[in-house]
């Protein structure tokens, strides 16, 4: 059923006033979300303090609450950590701190507050809310506030967001931190690993995580670590040996290096602590390793936050500001979360009290609910993780679904195992060998043969295909681009060459990651089947592009990556303009027509517009923009960012544009203008993109199994798969990852421009608009539903969320 565009212009902000604080552990991103939060409230004409050091600024009052202004929030985008400060507040813990808060807000009329904090902060402002009542009749009783205050100012409104970087909190996929604290452990994980490799060493990595293993065990995904301690999934009575045969093990597989992560809150099945310096010990004194350790500690909060942080908490700034205006005496507290790319609204104190459940079962020993509570999302990670960092022995592996039977020359007949193979197309992106790997090991788990094929359908036709091993994609997730090598050359001219090789390797499936070409790929070899029986197998495609251009997929791999080096580069570029006042920059970004990289790289790094494709504009726009820039050159911000999408508009060139906003800013600002190219698609992949890069991949590689399981015939002895349904791809769409037929994906996509007729993305256009201070509308009809916590089945952890 359609629904009717809900725009929040009918949603007055006039009259209302909105505190914002952050309270308890800093975490990068916040400042964004204050930042969202202000511009948000501003625009919506309600008025909107600052409340400095958290709940203790609250209760002393005074100067620790602030009016605040649309340039009080600029230039903090990019800054970890939070500069409206936070403080642990003893005294809010009291009924005569709270009252004394309470004064000081109305004082003021506040009546809105947003909170960002964990879940202790979210419950201190939850019970504040419930008292707020009996504190107004307390504070007019003592004769500080008149009735007309009491009536005036009756409710409280709560709306908060978590800032941890812990991922710690029930509800939401991502808290606001989490992300940019494993981009900290990433980098440390990847300049360790060449030094461990020059010297043969063992480290052992201590992370946050004092009750949650979420950082410990994303960062063991993403860098391939060779164990993992967290709290939520202690190892079994005598993981000590299990532990040391696994690194001989690897040693003795010419592996050079061991990586051991251990969260700080580690424990063993007995409720005991697992430390750091246990672990080297005991590698020590069992091995004879050269082991060190090393306690990452602050370094993990510190630093700029990454540009999933500064989108997520932009995103769930506006949220808030749109739910505290929205609100009844009725609503109850909620935080806004999110959920796979969905902003959603959840009870406070739901949340809070699942919470406190997963405490609850790891105090009690429960450990496999402790996990199934964490939520979808830490339960596939956990599940991928311990497929992918151990290879069975091979008396272990299946023999039911991966076997096939063929008839040998000597009659009888043998068993033989289905040949997978792997490969990449169209260009370069970050997260790709990620992918390989995973597809390798969890191919190799299920009992198939794996095949890497070097240089996409090209390198296919001329032969260029080997066996990979497990060992062989060891040390793959951190490396950038691609290892097998990636063409953009298309299937269709070699389509007889690869199906003799196909026949000449047997191979049963494919597995294809790669972006558009790949997509286009797997088209014209569904299309070739009537001709040839050789591409009658299960193929699926896995999208890996910097454009974010497949379609039947939100995200792709690779465009994290590339969006954090977008920002990045803002960020320096806008921190040299701060020497040279009235300076506007013009920024360049890749993606083909595909306008996701200009437009979210504009949100990341809060730039004043972004020209698309997709979002057509004529020189009134510019012009426009132009008069914007220079009314902006007026105030203490005195500096413009502009990023255009590539193929935006043949004739409205980058080169055009600027010459343009020279012209016409003389006088008032000068211009610079900056290509950004092939830096796009290369670098290390971030840490969402080697996560996202393993999950997607694994889940793939299932599929592949389940697929030749159901096509292969027996009195053949051969897969036979020619429905719609064999040639797939797997996308992640809203909050769930889905299988699509190629075929059906047709009618979504724009061929001429190589992008998908709807995008998700554009939805989030305006919010870069709005905190640009342009006036625009913005649909809010996916918001505003209040949704409860969901438990999930452990069936529901194969297959939904990410």
């Known amino acids: 059923m359609d629904h009717q565009p809900k725009f929040f212009?009918?949603?007055?902000?006039?009259?209302?006033?909105?505190?914002?604080?952050?309270?308890?552990?800093?975490?990068?991103?916040m400042n964004a979300a204050v930042r969202a939060v202000v511009r948000m409230g501003i625009y919506v004409k309600a008025k909107v303090y600052f409340v400095y050091e958290g709940y203790q600024g609250m209760v002393d009052g005074g100067d620790n609450i602030v009016e605040v202004s649309w340039e009080s929030v600029s230039s903090i985008l990019q800054v970890g950590g939070t500069v409206i400060g936070s403080a642990r507040c003893k005294s809010f813990r009291t009924r005569e701190g709270r009252l004394q808060a309470a004064y000081n807000l109305v004082q003021r009329g506040i009546t809105n507050l947003c909170v960002i904090g964990g879940d202790g902060s979210l419950t201190g402002a939850n019970l504040f809310r419930e008292e707020w009542s009996g504190l107004l009749e307390e504070l007019a009783q003592k004769g500080k506030i008149d009735e007309e205050a009491v009536k005036k100012y009756a409710y409280l409104n709560i709306v908060g967001m978590v800032g941890s970087i812990d991922n710690d909190?029930?509800?939401?996929?991502?808290?606001?931190?989490?992300?940019?604290?494993?981009?900290?452990?990433?980098?440390?994980?990847?300049?360790?690993?060449?030094?461990?490799?020059?010297?043969?060493?063992?480290?052992?990595?201590e992370v946050m995580g004092r009750h949650c293993g979420y950082l410990a065990l994303v960062s063991a995904l993403a860098c391939g670590a060779d164990w993992v301690f967290i709290p939520e999934y202690p190892p079994e009575e005598g993981w000590e040996d299990s532990m040391c045969v696994k690194l001989s093990e690897n040693r003795a597989r010419k592996k050079r290096l061991n990586i051991i992560i251990v969260a700080e809150?580690?424990?063993?099945?007995?409720?005991?602590?697992?430390?750091?310096?246990?672990?080297?010990?005991?590698?020590?004194q069992?091995?004879?390793?050269?082991?060190?350790?090393?306690?990452?500690?602050?370094?993990?909060?510190?630093?700029?936050?990454?540009?999933?942080?500064?989108?997520?908490?932009?995103?769930?700034?506006?949220?808030?500001?749109?739910?505290?205006?929205?609100?009844?005496?009725?609503?109850?507290?909620?935080?806004?979360?999110?959920?796979?790319?969905?902003?959603?609204?959840?009870?406070?104190?739901?949340?809070?009290?699942?919470?406190?459940?997963?405490?609850?079962?790891?105090?009690?020993?429960?450990?496999?609910?402790?996990?199934?509570?964490?939520?979808?999302?830490?339960?596939?990670?956990?599940?991928?993780?311990?497929?992918?960092?151990?290879?069975?022995?091979?008396?272990?592996?299946?023999?039911?679904?991966?076997?096939?039977?063929?008839?040998?020359?000597?009659?009888?007949?043998?068993?033989?195992?289905?040949?997978?193979?792997?490969?990449?197309?169209?260009?370069?992106?970050?997260?790709?060998?990620?992918?390989?790997?995973?597809?390798?090991?969890?191919?190799?788990?299920?009992?198939?043969?794996?095949?890497?094929?070097?240089?996409?359908?090209?390198?296919?036709?001329?032969?260029?295909?080997?066996?990979?091993?497990?060992?062989?994609?060891?040390?793959?997730?951190?490396?950038?681009?691609?290892?097998?090598?990636?063409?953009?050359?298309l299937p269709a001219k070699y389509l007889e060459k690869i199906a003799d090789q196909m026949r000449t390797n047997n191979i049963n499936a494919l597995m294809v990651i790669g972006g558009f070409e790949a997509y286009l790929g797997l088209l014209e070899l569904s299309a070739a089947r009537e001709k040839y029986d050789e591409f009658c197998v299960p193929m699926v495609m896995v999208p890996a592009t910097v454009s974010n251009n497949v379609p039947g997929s939100d995200f792709s791999i690779?465009?994290?990556?590339?969006?954090?080096?977008?920002?990045?580069?803002?960020?320096?570029?806008?921190?040299?303009?701060?020497?040279?006042?009235?300076?506007?920059f013009i920024i360049e970004t890749m993606g083909g027509y595909c306008g996701y990289l200009a437009n979210m790289g504009a949100l990341a790094a809060g730039a004043d517009a972004a020209y698309i494709f997709e979002e057509q504009f004529d020189i009134r726009e510019l012009q426009a923009?132009?008069?914007?820039?220079?009314e902006k050159m007026k105030t203490s911000i005195q500096r413009g960012l502009v990023l255009r999408n590539e193929n935006c508009n043949e004739n409205y060139t980058t080169d055009f544009i600027y010459q343009l906003y020279s012209e016409e800013g003389k006088g008032v600002f000068d211009c610079r203008k900056n290509v950004l190219g092939h830096m796009q698609q290369g670098g290390a992949p971030s840490p969402f993109d080697r996560n996202f890069g393993t999950k997607i991949s694994a889940k793939a590689m299932q599929w592949i199994s389940k697929k030749l399981k159901e096509t292969y015939r027996k009195e053949e002895g051969k897969v036979f798969a020619n429905t719609d349904d064999s040639v797939c791809l797997l996308g992640m769409r809203r909050r769930n990852l889905v299988f699509q037929p190629v075929a059906e994906l047709k009618t979504e996509t724009d061929f001429v421009h190589r992008i998908p007729k709807e995008q998700w993305w554009l939805k989030l256009r305006p919010l870069m608009k709005i905190l640009a201070k342009y006036k625009t509308s913005y649909d809010v009809s996916d918001s505003g539903q209040l949704e409860h916590v969901a438990m999930h089945s452990p069936k529901e952890a194969e297959t939904g969320a990410i």
């Open 265 to 284: 809150g580690a424990i063993d099945c007995h409720n005991k602590p697992i430390t750091s310096e246990k672990v080297k010990d005991l590698v020590v």
């Open 286 to 489: 069992q091995l004879g390793f050269d082991t060190r350790v090393t306690i990452l500690g602050h370094v993990q909060r510190g630093g700029t936050p990454s540009a999933f942080d500064r989108i997520l908490a932009s995103r769930m700034g506006v949220e808030a500001v749109l739910a505290l205006l929205e609100a009844t005496p009725a609503t109850p507290a909620c935080v806004v979360s999110l959920s796979g790319n969905q902003a959603v609204r959840l009870p406070l104190m739901e949340c809070v009290q699942m919470t406190q459940e997963v405490q609850k079962a790891m105090d009690e020993g429960r450990f496999v609910e402790a996990v199934r509570l964490r939520g979808r999302s830490f339960e596939n990670n956990l599940n991928t993780y311990k497929l992918l960092s151990h290879k069975k022995p091979d008396a272990e592996l299946p023999k039911d679904l991966s076997l096939t039977f063929q008839r040998s020359k000597n009659s009888g007949f043998f068993l033989t195992n289905f040949n997978v193979a792997v490969l990449n197309v169209g260009a370069p992106a970050a997260g790709m060998n990620a992918a390989v790997r995973a597809a390798v090991r969890v191919g190799i788990t299920e009992g198939h043969k794996m095949f890497a094929v070097i240089d996409g359908f090209e390198g296919f036709a001329r032969g260029k295909i080997k066996e990979i091993s497990w060992g062989d994609v060891g040390g793959w997730t951190g490396q950038g681009g691609s290892i097998l090598g990636t063409k953009r050359t």
């Open 9 to 29: 212009e009918n949603l007055s902000g006039t009259g209302k006033a909105i505190g914002v604080l952050t309270s308890g552990g800093d975490a990068q991103g």
């Open 558 to 584: 690779g465009a994290d990556t590339a969006l954090n080096t977008i920002t990045d580069t803002c960020d320096r570029i806008k921190q040299s303009a701060s020497g040279t006042k009235r300076r506007v």
């Open 169 to 205: 909190f029930c509800g939401t996929d991502m808290t606001i931190g989490t992300d940019s604290a494993l981009h900290r452990i990433i980098e440390v994980v990847d300049a360790i690993m060449t030094t461990a490799q020059s010297h043969q060493r063992t480290f052992v990595l």
């Open 625 to 630: 923009n132009v008069e914007h820039l220079t």
